[in-house]
């Protein structure tokens, strides 16, 4: 009977199958949602939106030439190598990879003129990654548009490069003259008659669809940056309700003060094909940081968008607003966000609750 009991005593510790020993040494991580991955990872998302600005970005090399090449290039390039050592000085791991500094420096090249000098490009990148993203502590902590707030520092810094210094848009840039944007005409008419002096027929819409005119390097062709909104939206990428309550403000409001005065306000038309408006509906109005998370919060950030870039370009001092409406909303996003979140599954309202 000893020798049957031995090793069986109450402090004896029996021996635990290899088995079980595993898991009972596994670590159960519990984090917010989703716990469903489909895969996706930032890298990937950003690939997909660079995939989709490639064709209006090929376009703007074809309108302006080296200049268009020169101004994406530096933009990318200085980014990027701003990412990193700004990553390297603030003790964190590279994010380089994920992609998001090549992103916003080719949204900032985008958005800017062709005849930029090299050196404003840096400085607004400089702006873009290293005070937008970097102190906040990067992508998905920054509450503004990293490439919009680089575009907006350019534009009250240095206003002469930023908005008298446009070229047409010519194949390969050749025998381009210089010439204000369509919403520069409008404006510059207004104040010299009284009223708008500019015709809008076929040819001026279809000029303004292709891209053969004055503008930002990456605004000039709407068809191409729709053409890149679809694939997007098809990609499951972005949500349609920013971009359709953005433009479709822009539409509805300029279209009421057309109807009201068309000798002083332009057609709607106009206003939803000219400017950086698709650009910024479709691939800056869509951000997943800055922008609410909900359905109906897009709706509410698209037309405050909206709203803002039709005061801005009928009223303010600048004939664009895109870039300064999506920045304020930006500003607004948390309380967007706040109201429109939907209830907690289970809870009971206080007034039912007291009745």
Known sequence: ?????????????????????????????????????????????MKLVLWALLPASLFSIYAFGFDALRVILISTVSAA??????????????SVGDFSAVLTGLLLA??????V???????GNIFAIV??????????????????VGRVVLLVSFPVHMTAR???????G???????TPLGMARDSLARLGHIEMQFGREEIVNLLVGTRAGCIGEVSVILLLAGGLFLLWKKVISWHAPVAFIGTVWAVTGIFHLADPSRYADPAFHVISGGLFLGAIFMATDYVTTPITKSGMLIFGFGCGLITVVIRLFGGFPEGVSFAILLMNAATPLIDKMTKPAVFGRIEKKKAAA
């Open 1 to 45: 009977m000893e020798d049957s009991m031995e090793g069986k005593g109450p402090s004896e510790k029996r021996e635990t199958p290899p088995k079980k020993a595993a898991e009972s040494e596994r670590i159960f991580l519990v984090s917010s949602s989703p716990h469903l991955h489909d895969g996706r990872t930032v890298a990937s998302v």
């Open 81 to 94: 190598a701003l990412e990193a050592a700004s990553r390297k000085v603030m003790r964190r791991e590279s």
């Open 110 to 115: 985008l958005n800017l003129p062709p005849t």
């Open 117 to 123: 000098p090299w050196w404003m490009i840096v400085v």
């Open 131 to 148: 005070i937008a993203k970097q102190i906040y502590g990067g992508l998905g902590n920054n509450p503004f548009n990293p490439a919009l």
């Open 166 to 172: 446009w070229v047409t848009a010519t194949p390969w």
């Open 174 to 180: 050749v025998d381009a003259v210089t010439t204000a």
